[in-house]
């Protein structure tokens, strides 16, 4: 057989190959959509309800009753809060990925990630993974990384934030767990579950449990592989600030909405809503409904409050984007 014709087939197996690839991933994306409208509309209906109701209980239209809810807020105070956070999240934001990078590709420096970062929050808007996956093609059109080592980092540092974010609930719940709703009895459980699970997860691809499965030898686990217990915890040191800031500005926040609450008291529920957040409903429809959920009394401010707290935050990161947008454009296509 000639190498001509070798090459052929090689290049029909690898068209057949990506045709599967495509097709398999079409029908989960659609089932996705489907999944993320009908939670979408379930938050909605649930919102108008609760909201339609506390309306009807001050003898207000819901249109009435809203507009005395955001005419109430000190905006002026609120948005100095909210800017000045969404800047310091986008600093440490851009040192999580810096230093994730430097552990497992190459020695990139923080001021060339900047743009990437940035640039990335702008597909954010509507959804924060493929935001990463953008990041993805950035390095690799820019300083000719492989896609797949880029988008292993990328997995682990969305792994990290799932595990970060319940460490911190689990904080928050053994500081103030005799205040919480019902709902969080089940915390303990999730808490050890997950410490099992990730204990498991290390040693895994370390090697040392299972070592005869293959899965792990897969390029885009390769970050998985290169990690240590060590870098696990630094990515917790290094993206706690902006959790903890987060609780101060939006406990800050509820005040200049009329809402009391405590440092404390948000600490266990800032990382649930925050995981919330990260489900791609329009409009943050499943963080604006949790909000409600744990603050029932306050129906209308918290309604407000999850919507122009979240919506204002990607935006304005999108903004931050923009700014950095043509300097990635020169490096993309220089």
Same mark, same amino acid.
């Given at each position: 057989? *000639? +190498?001509? $014709?070798?090459?052929?087939?090689?290049? +029909?197996?690898?068209? &057949? !190959?990506? *045709?599967?690839?495509?097709? &398999?991933q079409r029908k989960p994306s659609l089932i996705g959509r489907v999944i993320f409208l009908l939670i979408t509309a379930i938050c909605f209906v649930y919102l108008y309800y609760r909201l !339609?109701?506390?309306?009807?209980?001050?003898?207000?239209?819901l249109t009435t009753y809203m507009a005395e809810v955001f005419a109430n807020v000190a905006w002026g105070p609120w948005l100095g809060l909210m800017?000045?956070?969404?800047? /310091?999240?986008?600093?440490?934001? $851009?040192?999580?990925? $810096?230093?994730?990078?430097? %552990?497992?590709?190459?020695?990139?420096?923080?001021?060339?990630?900047? @743009? #990437?970062r940035a640039s990335a929050y702008i597909i954010s808007i509507f959804n924060e993974q493929i935001g990463k996956g953008a990041m993805a093609y950035y390095l !690799?059109?820019?300083?000719?990384? @492989? =896609? %797949? +080592?880029?988008?292993?980092?990328?997995? /682990?540092?969305m792994f990290c934030e799932i595990f970060y974010l319940l460490v911190w609930a689990s904080i928050g719940f053994v500081f103030s767990s005799e205040g919480l709703p019902e709902v969080f009895s089940s915390m303990p459980f999730i808490a =050890?579950?997950?410490?099992?699970? /990730?204990?498991? %997860?290390?040693?895994?691809?370390?090697?040392?449990l299972l070592p005869n499965n293959t899965f792990r030898q897969k390029r885009i686990l390769d970050a998985f592989k290169q990690a240590q217990f060590k870098h696990y915890f630094m990515f917790?040191?290094?993206? *706690? @600030?902006?959790?903890?800031?987060? #609780?101060?500005?939006? &406990?800050?926040?509820?005040?200049?909405?009329g809402v009391e609450a405590s440092f404390l008291q948000l600490l266990p529920y800032l990382p649930v809503i925050f995981f919330a957040a990260a489900v791609p409903t329009p409009m943050r429809a499943a963080a604006i409904t949790f909000w409600v959920v744990l603050f029932p009394e306050n129906e209308g401010q918290m309604a407000a409050f999850g919507f122009v707290q979240h919506n204002f935050f990607i935006l304005f990161n999108a903004i931050i984007g923009l700014v950095f947008w043509r300097r990635a454009q020169r490096e993309l296509f220089a």
């Open positions: 057989m *000639s +190498e001509e $014709t070798k090459n052929d087939q090689n290049k +029909e197996l690898q068209s &057949t !190959n990506e *045709s599967d690839a495509t097709g &398999t !339609n109701g506390a309306a009807m209980r001050e003898g207000l239209t800017i000045t956070y969404s800047l /310091f999240y986008f600093i440490v934001d $851009t040192l999580v990925v $810096t230093r994730a990078l430097n %552990w497992f590709l190459a020695d990139i420096k923080y001021k060339d990630i900047l @743009p #990437i !690799n059109k820019r300083d000719g990384i @492989p =896609g %797949w +080592e880029v988008g292993s980092v990328m997995l /682990f540092i =050890g579950g997950a410490a099992i699970f /990730f204990v498991a %997860w290390l040693l895994y691809f370390q090697g040392k917790l040191l290094l993206r *706690s @600030p902006a959790l903890l800031a987060a #609780i101060v500005v939006y &406990t800050s926040a509820l005040n200049l909405f």
